[in-house]
């Protein structure tokens, strides 16, 4: 999948890296996670390059501030910074300029989430309205009055409690 948005990531199946490292073994997510970052550390004219060690660092970082996120959301982050979405690149590409882009990718995701959230919950109720209707409904404490009443032979109170 390559995610135009982040409600694409939302809705992709793909695990977390978390879970990928979990099920396919470490060695595999962070061999992925070197192969991702090569070509997008790769992508930017720098006055210095990123060296295997940098790159191993961003990734622990990484894996430890963002363990939710999926292979989507890395390739979508990517993808943005390339763009220049986030604050200009000046000379260097590193660690520490790669997590703060983060934070801000993070702050965008957060918000997506937020929306998502308000929006399925206002679809619920909306369709809650339609699929629950408490018309002739009556609170407990009124059940056990008609409950006494049809328990001393009151046929009307007899009638309401059987079932329609």
Same mark, same amino acid.
């Given at each position: 999948m390559q995610p135009?948005?982040?409600?694409?990531?939302?809705?992709?199946?793909?695990?977390?890296?978390? %879970?990928i490292g979990k099920i396919f073994g470490e060695a595999i997510i962070n061999a992925n996670m070197v192969n991702? +970052?090569? =070509?997008?550390?790769? +992508?930017?004219?720098?006055?210095?390059?990123m060296? =295997?060690?940098? &790159?191993?660092?961003?990734?622990?970082?990484i894996r430890e501030e963002y363990p939710h996120y999926k292979p989507d959301d890395l390739k979508l982050f990517?993808?943005?910074?390339?763009?220049?979405?986030? %604050?200009?690149?000046?000379?260097?590409?590193? =660690? %520490?300029?790669i997590m703060r882009w983060l934070q801000e990718y993070d702050k &965008?995701?957060?918000?997506?989430?937020?929306?998502?959230s308000i929006n399925d919950a206002i679809r619920f109720k909306d369709r809650s309205t339609e699929v629950f209707s408490f018309e002739g409904s009556? =609170? +407990? %404490?009124?059940?056990?009055?008609?409950?006494?009443?049809?328990e001393k032979g009151d046929k009307?109170?007899?009638k309401l409690l059987q079932k329609p």
């Open positions: 135009k948005t982040v409600n694409d990531v939302f809705s992709s199946f793909s695990p977390s890296i978390s %879970e991702w +970052f090569n =070509g997008f550390v790769s +992508f930017f004219s720098t006055n210095g390059t060296n =295997g060690s940098q &790159i191993a660092v961003t990734i622990a970082l990517f993808k943005m910074a390339m763009k220049g979405m986030f %604050e200009k690149v000046y000379g260097r590409v590193d =660690g %520490e300029v &965008i995701r957060d918000k997506a989430a937020q929306e998502s009556v =609170g +407990f %404490e009124e059940y056990k009055k008609i409950k006494e009443r049809a009307e109170a007899i």
